[in-house]
């Protein structure tokens, strides 16, 4: 959110630190966390997503990025065409769209696990695997032989031909640690209700 003023009795500008704020603009920003306000999600929950777009995208943020595994999937969390379809769009729409009005089907996404995803690994798995949201860090979800696993066998952070959930979130935490830094985060502020 953009910087503010106090503004009225029983309300003040909470500061924050967004993780990969800096490689976004002042709209996206009020859009993600009108959609985390939405959702009921803390502001861990907003750098959670954060990084998993920031991981998805190669740390573009672009809404146009394509899967380079072949997948075709799309955009800010890799929309699947078949995902899309499910969402009412497409992914050649999708990539013609903003940050901010992809956002709009980032938010559609996440709205069946929203209440489940507690964890970075659950936010995640949202993305990539659903099912597993909420599991076992050690549930394991794709297996050497399999063209799931062949798209994502850089998950696979120990070789062993198995990616666990605990596995495949290892790259998106480093990306939460990565956004973190003050070349790629920044402050911003939010107006919360006071207690």
Known sequence: MRDVEMIGSGRYPLRVRLAWGAH???AFVDALFALAAGFGWSLDH????MACMAFETGRTFDPAQKNLAGSGAT?????MPLTARGLGTTTEALAAMTPVEQLDYVEAYFRPYHARISTLPDMYLAILMPAYVSGPGGAVMFTDGTT???QNAGLDANTDGRITKDEA???VQAMLIEG?????????WQAEEAA
């Open 46 to 49: 907003v750098n959670w997503l």
């Open 24 to 26: 976004v603009s002042d």
């Open 169 to 171: 979130s290892q790259r």
């Open 180 to 188: 973190q830094l003050a070349a790629n985060s920044r402050d911003v």
């Open 75 to 79: 955009g800010l969390i890799q929309f």
């Open 148 to 150: 799931a696993y062949r």
